[in-house]
């Protein structure tokens, strides 16, 4: 069988991967379908260059197999798996931990624990518990404190609460859920307390790792020990402070902290440089044993396991005298890694580390000859940064709506840096490990310091840069797909590469104009889920107005991911309507970040927090317009979107969008509306089309008052008193914690990001 057949039958295994995404037989079907097509037409039309019939009928075969393997090994929970007894409040897990802690950003400990046994009912004392045998995997999360020196390996029992995944608020949301599932994961534990059971493994490729985090960081201290560890290990591997990885990752060095074929390269190119003078068998030998040396200490993730594969390839090219094929083993890497695991085929590190990969094997020598005036290091590295640029940029632009403008600057300010750090942190690592004891790791990881704290400044340094993070907004599917047919083109087709111009300017048509029509054009109000703090975005004709932010968690999670989908960078108008409250942490968050705040206006009544003065001297000090709002005084936002403050505190605010008028209670205190009611100037002014509170206790006199159509509450759960009297007034009712985001457009009214019936139970 020829390389090219070959590649080809593996193009179609990978397809028939990908064709699994439907459900039952369908995919199978389509895929096995679509191939006996191409197998009939496309032979007649271009028999010259296609392959023939036969290869045709084959692949497709391949394809449908593929599929319907990826279905069958698209993981199910077990009849006795751990998802089956939550949710349940009070639980007690026993369990095997299978990684070592990392740490996540609101500060707990994670981990994945192979569950063994679950204990159920009441924890008193002279109360039997249950105890039931489970099998499956739980995501867990502690506190800090109690996950410090767990290993994989470990027996330990966790109590906590037991919990389902929740499915995302807002469909532009990250599907946590489906991301663990597809892991064999459909429980997560938010634990207690924790209780070691017996000793730790005495040993593992966990403890070479820590020995070499530990040489790195007493070296070269912090961040910059962390940041080497990284660098070596992986982020994976190494909790790198979050504001340090944010900043490789906004500015397009995100590569250089993922263990991916960087760092392998390194290892391959140092190792056959050392043996030059060796055997090809010997220099196999020695590149085998680094490589799976290697892979042991950073963990079987998708990019790692790739460039292994390919490296080996690699090493059996050198035994065999033959010159490898790199797009040939770039294909069988992948089909050999979607074997072993299916379901890799949906994982991001998998996609870009491929399509990355792909774009230096296909694209740096037409990039590198028309670079031939610039000196050939030179044009050889912009050749390999543009390629991988080129390449990612597409799925980059339809995973999370963002472009990093410096990011070829970066990396070509940077490569020197990292590739010396990278050796040198391999090195001081081994012999940190090794000689542990001993200050010789330590003092080798010292020397690192310089150039890794150039490498932070600089990195810092254009990450203040003007428009150094670009929300451009996601692109829909078909935009993706079509400019990864340009793209495919352009590599294929030598007279279309004549063109090349012509087709990245149409790429960028596709891609771009699109989103700026949409976004010229959007008048939307998005309700965000955001636990029991109102948050409203409303989209006017490409301008912004923010009501709230929520705390830290909902300005992280919910907030910017939502920016950058929609390309927003900046906030037109912004109105907090609780300044005592704790929630100005999510401004906080949201002004530490690349998105701009134009004017910022506040209720303005009573003593501001402590959070909240240094918020507002913040805004201050970036030069951001900031005053409170005068009662009963319009701010108008655009030509469809109208503001006024009725009440300081608590803080009302009459919100008119269009045609419909909002009524924003930020305290639903029932005293408070009692109040409310007795005051004759406001009666008139509470009419509204949509009550929109934070789910407190409302009366049925200001129901009343208020005449409203619908009521939406930013709340996880609403009381059965409210429900019962909201329905008696015939009332639609919607909450954030049952609903999801709510959507109102003027096309689609009121529309809820999960479908439920108001009818349906609280539980």
């Not at 007649?44 to 599929?67: D, G």
């Not at 065999?320 to 299916?342: E, K, N």
């Not at 959070?611 to 009662?631: E, H, R, V, W």
Request: hydrophobic share 50%; aromatic share 8%; proline share 5%.
């Amino acid at each position: 069988m020829t390389a090219q057949i070959t590649l080809f039958l593996c193009l179609a295994f990978i397809a028939g991967t990908f064709a699994s995404i439907f459900p039952d037989w369908t995919g199978t079907a389509t895929i096995f379908g679509i191939g006996i097509v191409l197998g009939l037409s496309v032979p007649t039309i271009w028999h010259r260059q296609s392959p023939k019939r036969w290869v045709w009928f084959l692949a497709a075969l391949i394809a449908a197999l593929a599929c319907s393997y990826a279905q069958f090994r698209t993981p199910q929970p077990q009849a006795n798996d751990i998802s089956k007894f939550a949710p349940a409040s009070e639980v007690v897990v026993k369990g095997t931990v299978k990684e070592s802690p990392s740490l996540t950003r609101s500060g707990r400990a994670k981990f994945i624990l192979s569950a063994e046994e679950i204990q159920l009912g009441s924890q008193k004392p002279e109360v039997k518990p249950e105890v039931k045998v489970v099998s499956g995997d739980v995501y867990a999360t502690t506190s800090l404190t109690q996950a410090t020196g767990l290993v994989p390996g470990q027996l330990i029992k966790v109590s906590g609460r037991l919990y389902l995944p929740a499915s995302p608020n807002h469909d532009l949301e990250f599907d946590f859920k489906k991301y663990l599932a597809r892991s064999g994961i459909f429980s997560g534990l938010s634990g207690r307390n924790l209780e070691l059971q017996g000793d730790a493994p005495a040993w593992g490729g966990w403890s070479i790792r820590n020995r070499m985090v530990r040489a790195h960081v007493a070296g070269a201290g912090v961040p910059e020990g962390i940041l080497l560890s990284s660098l070596v290990l992986g982020n994976r591997a190494v909790d790198l402070p979050n504001d340090l990885k944010d900043t490789f990752i906004d500015i397009g060095l995100a590569a250089a902290l993922a263990a991916s074929g960087f760092q392998v390269s390194l290892i391959l190119g140092a190792v056959l440089f050392l043996s030059r003078g060796k055997s090809p068998l010997q220099q196999f030998g020695l590149g085998t044993i680094c490589l799976l040396g290697y892979l042991c200490l950073t963990g079987v993730t998708p990019s790692v396991l790739r460039a292994v594969v390919m490296g080996f390839g690699g090493l059996i090219a050198i035994v065999a005298q033959r010159q490898q094929r790199p797009l040939g083993s770039l294909a069988l890497a992948a089909t050999i890694l979607l074997i072993f695991q299916p379901m890799w085929i949906w994982d991001l590190g998998f996609q870009f580390s491929f399509l990355a990969t792909l774009g230096l094997v296909t694209t740096v020598d037409p990039i590198a000859k028309r670079l031939e005036r610039l000196p050939p290091l030179f044009a050889t590295t912009i050749a390999v940064l543009l390629a991988a640029y080129i390449w990612t940029l597409p799925l980059q632009l339809y995973t999370f709506g963002r472009i990093s403008a410096y990011s070829i600057p970066a990396n070509i300010l940077t490569i020197p840096l990292v590739s010396l750090t990278t050796l040198g942190g391999m090195f001081s690592g081994v012999l940190g490990a090794i000689f542990e004891p001993l200050p010789i790791g330590r003092m080798a990881s010292w020397l690192m310091y310089a150039p890794l704290h150039l490498t932070i400044s600089i990195a810092q340094w254009i990450h203040s840069l003007p428009g150094a993070v670009t929300n451009a907004g996601a692109i829909q599917l078909w935009q993706m797909l079509v400019a990864y047919a340009l793209i495919v083109l352009v590599w294929l087709h030598p007279m279309v590469r004549k063109v090349w111009l012509l087709i990245v300017a149409l790429a960028i048509a596709i891609i771009f104009i699109p989103i700026a029509v949409e976004r010229s054009n959007l008048f939307q109000v998005t309700l965000l889920a955001t636990g029991q703090s109102p948050v409203m975005m409303v989209q006017n004709q490409g301008k912004t107005l923010l009501i709230n932010s929520g705390d830290k968690q909902s300005a992280t999670f919910a907030l910017l991911p939502l920016f950058q989908k929609f390309g927003i960078n900046q906030i037109d108008l912004a109105i907090s309507t609780d300044p005592q409250s704790e929630v100005s942490e999510g401004w906080g968050t949201i002004l530490a970040s690349s998105i701009g705040v134009q004017k910022f206006r506040d209720v303005g009544a009573g003593v501001a927090s402590k959070d909240y003065t240094k918020m507002t001297q913040l805004l201050s000090a970036k030069g951001i317009s900031t005053s409170p709002i005068a009662l009963n005084t319009t701010i108008e936002f655009g030509d469809r979107v109208q503001l006024q403050l009725l009440h300081q505190s608590p803080g009302i605010l009459r919100i008119q969008t269009d045609k419909i008028s909002w009524l924003l209670l930020a305290d639903a205190d029932p005293k408070v509306q009692n109040a409310l009611l007795d005051k004759a100037s406001l009666s008139s002014s509470l009419k509204a089309d949509i009550l929109w509170w934070n789910g407190g206790e409302i009366i049925p006199e200001f129901l009343e008052a208020v005449k409203p159509t619908t009521a939406i509450a930013s709340t996880a759960i609403v009381t059965d008193t409210n429900v019962e009297a909201i329905h008696k007034a015939n009332i639609r009712l919607y909450w954030t914690g049952r609903d999801g985001a709510i959507v109102w457009t003027l096309a689609n009214d009121i529309q809820p990001s999960k479908d439920n019936d108001d009818s349906k139970s609280l539980m």
